[in-house]
Nanobody, 123 residues
Framework: QVQLVESGGGLVQAGGSLRLSCAAS????????MGWFRQAPGKEREFVAA????????RYADSVKGRFTISRDNAKKTVYLQMNSLKPEDTAVYYC????????????????WGQGTQVTVSS
């Protein structure tokens, strides 16, 4: 079992930065692929970024490439999402997800999800 708790959301002006954190419980965290998804009001949940267990590979949605960076600290059982140059269209609830398989994390079909943290970007 893995439990995920996100933090770091908030209100920021366009062009600003935020860093989201996702703290995980469970002894097998270091073997899990981790990812971030987001859901804006009235829209479906969408993929943002993912990272493999050893940080050897990452993937990003085209809409955030060059602005967002995903990273992880296995010793702290935490995954991060550094968000720079934020835009109003980045406004959403951001969710952390974990899975033992990479395809599940990227597809959003993981078994484990956090409760979400709100990010609001004002223009």
């Amino acid at each position: 079992q893995v439990q995920l708790v996100e933090s770091g959301g908030g209100l920021v002006q366009a062009g600003g930065s935020l860093r989201l954190s996702c703290a995980a419980s469970g002894r097998t965290f270091s073997t899990y692929a981790m990812g971030w998804f987001r859901q804006a009001p009235g829209k479906e949940r969408e993929f943002v970024a993912a990272i493999k267990w050893n940080s050897g590979s990452t993937r990003y949605a085209d809409s955030v490439k060059g602005r967002f960076t995903i990273s992880r600290d296995n010793a702290k059982k935490t995954v991060y999402l550094q968000m720079n140059s934020l835009k109003p269209e980045d406004t959403a609830v951001y969710y952390c997800t974990a899975s033992g398989t990479w395809p599940d994390v990227v597809a959003g079909t993981s078994a484990y999800w956090g409760q979400g943290t709100q990010v609001t970007v004002s223009s």
